[in-house]
DNA sequence: CTGAAAGCGCTTACAG
DNA sequence: CTGAAAGCGCTTACAG
């Protein structure tokens, strides 16, 4: 039942845990251990199906090639191919991931945190629904290495990674016009503080021309698809002709609204933040704002590895990747 | 710098560490510690924002209130949501979760099972795309306790929740039949030797009248799109006009190689295994074989919790529950 | 070339 | 009501 340690191994050697512990981590020949006695340490512990116990290891060295990942909810497709390329990108320098959801919940997103710390991760990426950048302080406290993704605060002095948003929405609003629609409106989503989608809002108020027909739809995250049939309401009764939706969430309710009401939405042109494949499925295609997302990843691991690796020589940085603008 | 630990709390208090760590954990009326001397602790844990190292903690007590969770990969919406049930459940349980992808990869997944039992998670839920299931001796080996979801191995004295694929594969070919389908095809994905898989594809077998028109596309689980597309071809060419696809990925892969090819593919009737919003929204609409995955989620945390608790006297149990036709 | 010992931070019998 | 001590499994100076 009980585990095999390095002593296991050690006692039925003959010889002491040091050694067995140098040579299992590739100290052998640096150390000038015998060449036999390392192959008779490896042996056994292959023999013994030896794994070491990386608590005790965590505990003895202070580091655990663990990072932290929090995002709002991984299903959502953005997040998921989010951390999708984190994953094999860390992998790959050799670090392990935990992944955690929040769902919007600022209760969870501080348990996962500290529970985070915790288990001594070596740092952590988090894509924050913090509608105040004092939660974070504890973070900082621990000397814990942190890059912000997605969801940012400026004012905070630590490293970021996001997309320019607000070109964005207005790229999407000046494509809106160019495809002849007049009057267009905006579904944004709760929770309002969070940084992209404020940014995306703020896009679109910059781009529409007839700032009096500026319209803006608030869609609660957590009941979409009823709150956007209601919009979808308001925007047939008005004289809108197109719709700029925050988040690829949104324009999914859009759709399904359209299916469920057999609305064509043909005479409505969308555009939605977030590239996602069902875009290129439905009928009519919904062109969008795509993110980097790769790229978002990548940068975020780099950041990150540079603050664990040179604690206190590292500069903050913020990144801010620009979109494209997918044509359907 | 450096992170707080019980000694500085018993230092500065004036206490021993004992004291300090029976308080934190609530064990102090229990234990008859004076209420003011606890409360003080209690005080100056948070003063000096103490969090306590979940490493030496695991070393001590060899539980961690970790439940690992390996899947191919969550960004696909069965998986993801499969990930939100359990992790829901098991975080209203204290538990929480290290969720991992293997990307269908073999050696991936064995070093993630090793890297979960070197954290000394208190148990594994696993969606595996090991070809045999010796690959699992390591695991039971290691006394750890392990259910297997979606993907099991019926001759292995495991745990397991998975759903009547042959019977839901069935059900959706009289489905097909029902609407005037003449010669239903059968899309299959690779890695062939996935139980889910190949029981899908032995009950589209078993439900086509004409064994002589029975026609079996494999396609390759990292290469859909082309392989579809040829797929797609070929069932041009014969007179086939009934589709079963054995998952959803394959399903949108039908979606988008129509939609490229500006193929109607109307008088095609199409249903597949795992129901998704996609196949609500496109035109038109897809019929889907839909499985319980809250059910499924739900019954794995059961089943691993009992072993956790129950070490010795828990009796294996296979769950197999009921998959439903979405008509659409 | 190898071993003995200390110590990471915690919990838990044991003692008083 | 509280403390001293052992020990979980590991790594790393230090000594020889």
């Given at each position: 039942m009980k585990k095999v340690s390095l002593k296991d191994i050690a006692e039925s050697l003959g010889v002491s845990k040091a050694l067995v512990s140098l040579v299992l981590n590739g100290k052998g020949d640096e150390r000038g251990i015998n060449k036999q006695t390392q192959e008779r340490?490896?042996?056994?512990?292959?023999?013994?199906?030896?794994?070491?116990?990386?608590?005790?290891?965590?505990?003895?060295?202070?580091?655990?090639?663990?990072?932290?990942?929090?995002?709002p909810d991984v299903s959502n497709v953005f997040y998921g191919k989010l951390c999708k390329a984190i994953e094999q990108d860390a992998y790959a320098k050799g670090y392990n991931l935990i992944i955690s959801n929040t769902y919007e919940d600022v209760q969870k997103e501080k348990?996962?945190?500290?529970?985070?710390?915790?288990?001594?991760i070596d740092g952590l990426i988090l894509a924050s629904s913090f509608d105040d950048k004092n939660e974070l302080k504890g973070l900082k406290d621990n000397n814990v290495p942190l890059v912000l993704v997605d969801r940012v605060f400026d004012d905070l002095d630590v490293d970021a990674v996001s997309v320019s948003n607000i070109e964005g929405a207005e790229k999407a609003i000046e494509f809106l016009y160019k495809k002849g629609v007049k009057n267009p409106v905006c579904f944004s989503i709760s929770p309002v503080y969070i940084s992209s989608i404020a940014e995306r809002v703020k896009g679109y108020l910059n781009a529409v021309t007839d700032k009096s027909k500026a319209k803006l739809f608030q869609i609660p995250h957590d009941n979409i698809d009823r709150a956007v049939h209601n919009a979808l309401i308001e925007v047939r009764k008005g004289d809108y002709d197109g719709i700029f939706c925050a988040n690829n969430n949104i324009a999914k309710s859009i759709l399904k609204n359209a299916s469920n009401t057999q609305d064509s939405i043909n005479d409505i042109k969308i555009i939605s933040f977030d590239d996602i494949e069902i875009f290129d499925l439905v009928n009519p295609k919904i062109s969008s704002i795509a993110q980097p997302i790769n790229e978002i990843g990548l940068k975020a691991i780099e950041l990150l590895l540079g603050q664990i690796k040179n604690k206190e020589g590292h500069l903050v940085q913020k990144q801010v990747l620009e979109t494209s603008l997918i044509e359907r």
């Open positions: 340490v490896r042996v056994k512990a292959k023999e013994l199906n030896y794994v070491p116990n990386q608590y005790a290891r965590g505990l003895r060295v202070g580091r655990t090639n663990t990072i932290g990942v929090i995002v348990k996962l945190i500290t529970d985070l710390i915790n288990r001594n």
